[in-house]
């Protein structure tokens, strides 16, 4: 049972590869290396005891891409990781957004026709949602203009799998991913970002090694209960094994629709400060951080109803705040350690 997972050696790619390989998939990675670097590899198969098949190449070149599917028609299916994903960046440099995000998709979409690839996951987002009307967001609520190139890339592309698929054998599965943050127990692998980051999570570990000053709260005057913003915080391993389900379901032929969207997310709203608290209780330091202004583009709530997901896909993610920040913190350490 093999399984093409492109971006395999970035963030939540490399998590999923060792939950596949956990339940006996054979793993095949694409990754330019763009945002990751070639050891990821090793580092699953230290974890795994396994070395998935690793070609470093271009999605976006589709004359690669054709050739790799040719060579690897016997695949069961692709989870599709490997694209961009910085919002500020997406907004600076849009049409490197369009084409890397949207022509690896096409690239992918035609190697699994050409060559008979039943079964597609595809990375997307909550972002689709932007602030939504009603919350928990479910799968049902209304998809709003995008607030960013990169948001953009995922609505458009929820879009070309959707009419592909009418006109092909392809199955597909959205999975719309809340916050993912927190690193595998064994610190082995974890999110690597380049430069500074944009995320909180690393943000935080970060400021609390020393590599950056101090970490900016974007805005204390949102309508939220301590006035930051609030997410739906989820353990990558959580979102990893989600992955797993999802594939399985597919292979398994128990879609209800050649087309399904599922929220991967824990239900539950955390806010800015909540989530520097658990890391604070966590790893015992304090953290320095001051509130400054918002951050252009950003929403001031969502958390997901993963009511669909529970039942339907049969996923649940398991694991609290305080294992997403602890183990976060954990692999910061290691990392820096190594180096
Ligand atoms: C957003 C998108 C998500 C996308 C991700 C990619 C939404 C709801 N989510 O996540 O789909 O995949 O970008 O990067 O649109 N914060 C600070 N200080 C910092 C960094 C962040 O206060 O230095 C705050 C943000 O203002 C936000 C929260 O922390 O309230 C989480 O931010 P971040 O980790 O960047 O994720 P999102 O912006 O929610």
Redesign the pocket.
């Known amino acids: 049972m093999k399984i093409l997972v492109t971006g395999g050696t970035g963030y939540i790619g490399s998590h999923t590869v060792v939950e596949l390989q956990k339940e006996g998939f054979e793993v095949v990675i694409v990754d330019n290396l763009s945002n990751s670097q070639a050891w990821i590899a090793d580092a699953i198969a230290d974890i795994s005891g396994k070395k998935p098949h690793f070609e470093q190449f271009d999605l976006a070149d589709q004359k690669l891409t054709a050739d790799f599917f040719r060579r690897h028609s016997d695949l069961m299916g692709v989870i599709h990781f490997a694209a961009f ?3 500020g960046e997406s907004v600076d440099n849009p049409l490197m957004y369009y084409r890397n995000n949207l022509v690896s998709l096409m690239n992918i979409l035609e190697g699994m026709q050409q060559n008979v690839i039943p079964n597609l996951v595809f990375s997307s ?3 689709v ?2 602030q939504p009307d009603e919350l928990p967001v479910s799968e049902k609520a209304p998809i709003k203009k995008a ?1 960013s190139p ?2 953009n890339t ?1 609505q458009i592309s929820e879009e070309i799998i959707q009419d592909t698929i009418k006109s092909s054998e392809i199955h597909a599965t959205a999975l719309r ?3 993912p ?1 927190g690193a595998h127990e064994s610190a082995s692998i974890g999110e690597l970002p380049l430069g500074v ?5 690393p ?1 935080i570990t970060q400021t609390a090694i020393g590599l950056r000053k101090q ?5 204390e005057d949102y309508n939220t209960p301590d006035g ?4 739906d915080y989820i353990h990558v391993v959580d979102l990893a094994q989600a992955h797993v389900v999802a594939i399985k379901r597919m292979i398994n032929q128990q879609m209800k629709q050649r087309f399904e969207i599922f929220n991967l997310g824990t239900g539950n709203g955390y806010s ?1 400060l909540e ?1 520097i608290q658990s890391f604070e209780k966590v790893s015992g330091l304090k953290l320095n951080y001051k509130i400054v202004g ?2 252009p ?3 001031e709530q ?1 958390w997901a109803n993963p009511e669909w997901s529970n039942n339907e896909l049969g996923w649940k993610a398991k694991r609290n705040l305080d294992e997403m920040t602890a183990s976060a913190w954990k692999w910061e350490q290691y990392y820096r350690n190594k180096q």
């Open positions: 994903k910085a919002v987002s909550c972002t949602y932007g607030e990169y948001g995922k991913y809340f916050n943050i980051p944009n995320n909180l999570v943000f970490l900016s709260v974007f805005g930051t913003a609030i997410r800015v989530v918002r951050r583009g950003d929403v969502v």
